[in-house]
C-alpha cells in the first residue's frame, strides 16, 4: 500500500462566509468566490489530502436559537424546524460546493448528519468509510454544521469545530486550520477588549489550560464560539493554527504552510 499523504482539515468560520449579524440566511458571495479561488491556488493535490468543512453562520444560528432544537425535540414544531435547519445548512453547502468547483477544486458534498450519531451534544460515531474513500481518489469532500441525532434529546448541533476535531483523530489528521473573523487567539476576546493582545503561539497542553480570555462568541451563538474550537482539538490531540480567513490571500498560504495567525500546538 502506497504511504496517505498528510490530511489537511481546513474549517472556514460561518461568520466568515455569512454576516452573523444578520438575522436572514445570506452567503458572502464575492468571499466565498475569492476563497474558492484561495482554496485552488493554495492546496498541492500531490503533497496531501484535504477536507473543507464550514460553519453555518447566518443559515443556522438564528433559527436554532429561535425554535430551541439544540436542546431537542418535543413536539411537532420542532420537528419540522430540524429538518428546515437541515435543509438551510444543505442550501448554503451547495453554493460553497458550486464556487470551490467553479474555480477548479474537485469538491464534493458530504452531509454529515446523514450517519451522525450525537449523545447529549458530543459526536459518539459518524460513518467514514466513504469519506477516507473519497479522498483516495482526489475529491475534497465538504462537510458542514448541522442538527443531527441525538440519542439522549433526539437533537443536537453537531458543529463544524467538533466534525474537524473527530475526523482528525478518526483519519489521522496532519492539521487544523481554523479560519475565523479575527487574527488568531487572543488575551481576551479583541471584539470586545481592544487592550486584547495576538498570542503567538497556544499549547494547548499546558498545564495552566487555555488562556482565561479565550470565550465564545458575542453574536448568535449555539456552538461554543472560540473556547469550543480549541477545547475540541485539544480533545483530538490536533495542531494547526487559528488565523483570519477575511484577509485576501491567507487561505491561500496556510494551504502552502505558511503561519499567518496563532499556531496551535498539542504535543
Ligand atoms: P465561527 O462562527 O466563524 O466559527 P466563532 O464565532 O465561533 O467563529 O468564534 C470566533 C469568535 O470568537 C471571534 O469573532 C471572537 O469574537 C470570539 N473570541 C472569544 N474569545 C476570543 C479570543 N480570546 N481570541 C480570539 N477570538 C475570541
Known sequence: MPKKKPLIILKIGGSVITD???ERPRLRG???RRLAREVN??????????VIIHGAGSYGHPIVQRTGIHHGIHDEHQRKAMGETQRLQSDLNAHVVRHLLQAGVPAFPCQPSASAVMEAG????LDTEALEGLLS???VPVLNGVPAFDRRQGCSI??????AGFLFRRLGGDSILHGTDVKGIYTADPTQDPGAELCTVVDLLDSAGLP???TGSTVTDVTGGMRKKLEEMRTAGARGQVFDATVKGNVSRVLQGEIVGTRIECA
Open 41 to 50: 491556488e493554495g492546496w498541492q493535490p500531490g503533497r496531501s489530502r484535504l
Open 20 to 22: 452573523r449579524k444578520d
Open 122 to 125: 458530543e459526536l459518539v460515531s
Open 158 to 163: 453537531l458543529s463544524g469545530d467538533q466534525t
Open 30 to 32: 464575492p468571499r466565498m
Open 212 to 214: 482565561d480570555g479565550v
Open 137 to 139: 481518489i482526489g475529491i
